[in-house]
């Protein structure tokens, strides 16, 4: 298992997790999947403290891959199926919300830019914003986001990220908490409206894209607030649509 540890980090590191080897049924591999289930993620389990220090990884407990829902479970990024002496290997352990975990369910990656993003080794977004959105200038003012490829990444961490989006179902995400969060700003924009003019109700979004771009666990309200900032339509009132 330490053997498998070191491998793991080594693939991990230069982004060929997908070479790991599979193993076939090993007393190890089995010991180690029943040791994560009765001691390890069991509620009454000896090694539960261990289990709950892992979740704690995540910044403010939200999920690192939709950057939204909370954490609420341990994911084997390989999955214990198909790697099993990899089941108690922490770099293996991501916290993530549930619904992230089930959509991986137990896929295991073939090539390269098949392999999801994993948070521990992967920081596709560290030279830049790579999320945007387009306003529908339309009742609700609805946003479409979209990946917006950076020009330092190959065309193996666009598809992953292309991928990521997609699989993950964030434009759904993120659209329906932009829409909701349209109504609750809403009042506030108006008053904006009637004192500056639409400058001032674009100041204001924009301002407030730019600080909340500084809270990384949360993805979408930068982008939608950039969108909305550099949208006339809305900042003349189209937000009361
Ligand atoms: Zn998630």
Redesign the pocket.
Known sequence: MIADETLYDQLGDAAQLFTFPQPGSSTVGADAKWAYKVRFAAKTGLARALYAELKEWAFWSK?P??H??PVGTLDHYLPQASFPTLALTPLNLVP??R??NWVKQNFVAATESEQPLHPYYDDFAAAGDWLEADLVEESGAPLVFRVDPLDVWTAVEEQRVRNHFRD?ELNDLYAANAGAEVQAIRARLSDLLDAGGPAAVAEHLLAEAESRSADLTDAWRPAAYRAWGANDWFCSGGFDE
């Open positions: 999920c891959l939709c939204h829902r993530v919300c619904d992230c993950l």
